[in-house]
Each structure stands twice: as C-alpha cells, then as structure tokens.
C-alpha cells in the first residue's frame, strides 16, 4: 500500500531555515508528480510545492523565492528546503501524492517562533 512519512519538522527562529523530507513506498516513485501541502491551525490546507515526474517545479506565491522543492528518485524521498522561514509558515506540513485519490502521510510541525 502506498506509504508517505514526513520528517524533519520543528520549532525555528524567524529567517531560519528547515528541510523536510518524505519518504514514499509502494509506489513507482519516479512516476508520479509529488506536493507538499500545509495546513495552519483554523485553517484551510493549501499547496505550497509541487515537483513533476520530470523536475518540473511550482510554487505557491506565499513561499517562491524562499522555498524549493526536489526529489531524489533512487531514494524515493521528496524534500522541502524552507528558507528565510516567517512566522506565517508555521503550520503542519504534508506530503501527498494522487494515485486514482489524495494519499497523504501524517504530516511534520513547523514551528516559526522566536
């Protein structure tokens, strides 16, 4: 069955730096466009990050320029390097991929806070 584990979340001070990572299973990895989402206490989810089979990437407009997507297919990880971090990322973090439905791991806290 397909499997998404997120780690690498925490507490960070404003203008620091984290990188997530999510580990998939079950899956043909390399195939499949991979997200990250967030979701804020009170909050609707949202996308931050999207990464094609081929590289391509996107982002929301709330994070181009701080955030950055990758992944490596020979791991079947998918990473979010978050920069420059504000208080307005903090939020819970959640890998996802879509296979005929949305399958999402158990998400990281993000903590920005000085």
């Known amino acids: 069955q397909v499997q998404l584990v997120e780690s690498g979340g925490g507490l960070v001070q404003p203008g620091g730096s984290l990188r997530l990572s999510c580990a998939a299973s079950?899956?043909?990895?390399?195939?499949?466009?991979m997200t990250w989402y967030r979701q804020a206490p009170g909050k609707q989810r949202e996308l931050v990050a999207g990464i094609t089979s081929g590289g391509s990437t996107n982002y929301a407009d709330s994070v181009k320029g701080r955030f950055t997507i990758s992944r490596d297919n020979a791991k079947n990880i998918v990473y979010l390097q978050m920069n420059s971090l504000k208080p307005e990322d903090t939020a819970v973090y959640y890998c996802n991929v879509f296979l005929a439905r949305h399958y999402w791991g158990q998400g990281t806290q993000v903590t920005v806070s000085s």
């Open positions: 079950g899956i043909i990895f390399s195939n499949y466009p």
